[in-house]
């Protein structure tokens, strides 16, 4: 099996220097760029992974590249890992509505950073093996293509969103606490506050627009998908 392929985006050359070691020391293959608008030329001509994102870049930030590769279908499945200096639940919660699926804040441990690229990796290769449809009470979620319908009306969520929505259409009537909806998103032991799961079930039911009630409060515990 050919190793993956990561490309990092960084544009402080010591730390993608010592990125770009872990990463190869580890078994994957990668490029680096020093710039997002260098990043999506290479990534017409090449393919990749997984996106490791330096979200403070010179020219067009990381939340700009973000929006941008999102709005390309040929892109949505590849996993970004944003990396910033910014620890504030504002950035690292608008991180994640722009479309990237994990961050890490600087500075910041190769081996945990390895850990996480494995994970990211790990949920795309389940979320390939899927490729069934789920369908709940008129919303069709299409794994394979990362494609949401609600009554016919293509719905465009983020790359978080989707994994939520997933989730709770295979599972109606389940109750799932913060902590359980935190690890079948983001796997063990990630730090995000129960403020950021709340702002993402509000965001996932405005698009969800009248079937955004599906999504029930269960007070005390967490949330379900009615039946």
Not at 80 to 86: E, P
Not at 106 to 125: C, E, M
Not at 181 to 207: F, Q, S
């Amino acid at each position: 099996m050919d190793a993956k392929k990561i490309l990092v985006i960084e544009d402080e050359k010591n730390i993608g220097e010592l990125i770009e070691f872990n990463i190869r020391k580890s078994g994957f293959q990668s490029s680096r760029v020093d710039s997002a608008e260098a990043a999506l030329k290479l990534l017409a001509r090449e393919q990749f992974d997984l996106i490791l994102l330096d979200l403070m870049l010179a020219g067009m930030d990381g939340m700009d590249f973000c929006k941008i590769f999102r709005s390309s279908k040929e892109f949505k499945q590849i996993p970004i890992i944003m990396l910033t200096a910014r620890s504030e639940d504002a950035d690292i919660v608008s991180g994640l509505e722009y479309g990237a699926n994990d961050y890490i804040t600087k500075p910041f441990s190769p081996r945990v950073l390895i850990a996480r690229i494995k994970a990211r990796l790990r949920d795309t290769s389940v979320s390939g093996d899927e490729g069934s449809v789920v369908s709940y009470a008129g919303i069709v979620i299409n794994s394979e293509f990362h494609e949401v319908c609600s009554d016919g009306v293509p719905l465009s969520l983020t790359a978080n969103e989707f994994i939520l929505l997933r989730t709770f259409l295979k599972n109606p009537g389940k109750v799932f606490s913060r902590d359980a909806i935190i690890k079948c998103v983001h796997g063990e032991g990630y730090p995000v506050t129960d403020r950021a799961v709340d702002v993402a079930v509000v965001g996932l039911r405005k698009k969800l627009g009248a079937k955004g009630a599906l999504i029930e409060t269960v007070r005390g515990v967490g949330y379900k998908f009615s039946r």
